[in-house]
C-alpha cells in the first residue's frame, strides 16, 4: 500500500521540487542582471619620463571639486589651472562640504602632489594610498579667496631627483602633454 502512494505522489513531488528550484534560478537570474556593474578598477599610473630634473604641470592631472556654496568655483579654479598647463580631468561638485582647500593624493610627499600644493598655499594635503594612478584631486570650499588661496606667482615645476615619476596614463582622448 505504502508502494502504491509513493508512486502516486512522487512524479508531482517531483515536479513541485524541479519548479521550486527553477523559481529560485529564475529570481537568481533576475536579481543579478538588474544588479549594477561595479566600476572598472583605476588604470595604474606609468613610469612617465623626467627631462631636465623636473616634473612640469602638462604632466600631472586634476580633478577640481567644489565644497562650498559659491556656485561655479571649481570652474573657475580649473580655469587657472588649465591656464597654467595642468591637465584638467574633471570639474564638478563633492557633497563633502569643504571649508579649507584639501589636495588629495596618493602620497603627501609625492612629486605631483607637492607640484599642486605650490598653487594653493595654506592647504591640507588628504592621503589616499589606494589612488593606484596617482592623479590629484583639489577639493575648494567656502572659504575661498583667489588673493590668500591661489599663488598665482608660483612655479609650475618642479625639481625631482629620479629619471622617472608615477603618472596617470594618457588616454586617446587625452590631449599630448605640451613641452
Known sequence: MIGRVWRIVRTPLTLL??????????????????????????????????KKGSLT????????????????????VGIRMR???????????????????????QGAKNPEVLLVKQLFPGSTVRVEPGRVDHSVDILVGNNWNWDKHFADKAKTTLPVKAKAVCLPSIKASDPAPEG
Not at 586634476?62 to 561655479?72: C, D, E, F, L
Not at 570639474?91 to 582647500?101: Q, R, V
Request: charged content about 15%; proline content about 9%; hydrophobic content about 40%.
Open 83 to 105: 591656464d597654467r598647463g595642468f591637465k584638467i580631468q574633471r570639474e564638478s561638485n563633492t557633497a563633502e562640504k569643504i571649508n579649507a582647500t584639501v589636495i588629495v593624493g
Open 57 to 76: 604641470a602638462s604632466q600631472v592631472s586634476v580633478s577640481i571639486y567644489n565644497g562650498g556654496s559659491k556656485r561655479g568655483l571649481a570652474r573657475d
Open 17 to 50: 521540487v524541479l519548479l521550486g528550484i527553477l523559481c529560485y534560478g529564475a529570481w537568481w537570474g533576475y536579481t543579478n542582471v538588474l544588479r549594477p556593474v561595479p566600476p572598472l578598477p583605476p588604470t595604474p599610473c606609468v613610469s612617465v619620463p623626467i
